[in-house]
T-cell receptor, first 114, second 114 residues
Framework: EPEVTQTPSHQVTQMGQEVILRCVPI?????FYWYRQILGQKVEFLVS????????KSEIFDDQFSVERPDGSNFTLKIRSTKLEDSAMYFC????????????FGQGTRLTVV | RKEVEQDPGPFNVPEGATVAFNCTYS??????FFWYRQDCRKEPKLLMS???SGNEDGRFTAQLNRASQYISLLIRDSKLSDSATYLC???????????????FGSGTKLNVKP
C-alpha cells in the first residue's frame, strides 16, 4: 500500500539552527501539506502546496518557515532559525485531488529544539 | 470560534459497549468530512469518510447533518484495540473548488477497558 514517508523520525537541534524535514508524498498525489502537533495539543495546519506553489498557509507559517519541492518526489519543510517553541511532531500529508478526498499522513518527524 | 469542536473526553467504556462521539464545525461551506484515529505519538490515520447519507463500516457508523453542522461517529461492540484518540476532520479549503485545508478537532480520547 502506498504511503507517505518522512525522514528523519527524530531530529534534535540547537536553538537558532536551521532544520530541514523531508517527506516523500504518495506518488500520484497532487496536494501536499505540513501539519504540526505540539505534545498534548491538537493537530495544526501549517501550509498546503499545489502545482509548485503555496496555496494556503496559517499564521504559524511565518518567515522562518519555507517549503520546497526540489524534485519530482521530495517535499521539504525548512525552519530557518529554530526556537524552543518549534518543538513538536511535524506531519507531512498528501491527497489525490481537491474535493472529497482524504489526506494521508506520514509517520511524523519529532523535532526537539534545545 | 473554533473551526472544529469536539468533546475531549476521555470516554471510559467497557468492552462491548456502544459509544458515540460528536463534532461540530463552523464553516457552512465545508466540503468534506472525515474521522481519523490517532494512537499515542503516532500519525493520524483515516478511519472513514463521512457522507451526507451516512455510512457504515463494520462496527463504525458515521453521520453528517449539514443543517446543524454536526458530525457523529458511533462505535458498536467496542474492542480494547479501539482505545485511541478520534479526530474529527473537516475540509474547508479557502478556494474550495481547488484547494484543500483540513481542519482538525482537538480529538476525543477513548479508553476501552476489559
Amino acid at each position: 500500500e502506498p504511503e507517505v514517508t518522512q525522514t528523519p523520525s527524530h531530529q534534535v537541534t540547537q536553538m537558532g539552527q536551521e532544520v530541514i524535514l523531508r517527506c516523500v508524498p504518495i506518488s500520484n498525489h497532487l496536494y501536499f501539506y505540513w501539519y504540526r502537533q505540539i505534545l498534548g495539543q491538537k493537530v495544526e495546519f501549517l501550509v498546503s502546496f499545489y502545482n509548485n506553489e503555496i496555496s494556503e498557509k496559517s499564521e504559524i507559517f511565518d518567515d522562518q518557515f519555507s517549503v520546497e519541492r526540489p524534485d519530482g518526489s521530495n517535499f521539504t519543510l525548512k525552519i530557518r532559525s529554530t526556537k524552543l517553541e518549534d518543538s513538536a511532531m511535524y506531519f507531512c500529508a498528501s491527497s489525490e485531488a481537491s474535493r472529497n478526498t482524504e489526506a494521508f499522513f506520514g509517520q511524523g518527524t519529532r523535532l526537539t529544539v534545545v | 470560534r473554533k473551526e472544529v469542536e469536539q468533546d475531549p473526553g476521555p470516554f471510559n467504556v467497557p468492552e462491548g459497549a456502544t459509544v458515540a462521539f460528536n463534532c461540530t464545525y463552523s464553516n457552512s461551506a465545508s466540503q468534506s468530512f472525515f474521522w481519523y484515529r490517532q494512537d499515542c505519538r503516532k500519525e493520524p490515520k483515516l478511519l472513514m469518510s463521512v457522507y451526507s447519507s451516512g455510512n457504515e463500516d463494520g462496527r463504525f457508523t458515521a453521520q453528517l447533518n449539514r443543517a446543524s453542522q454536526y458530525i457523529s461517529l458511533l462505535i458498536r461492540d467496542s474492542k480494547l484495540s479501539d482505545s485511541a484518540t478520534y479526530l474529527c476532520v473537516v475540509n474547508s479549503g479557502l478556494h474550495a473548488a481547488l484547494f484543500n485545508k483540513f481542519y482538525f478537532g482537538s480529538g476525543t480520547k477513548l479508553n476501552v477497558k476489559p
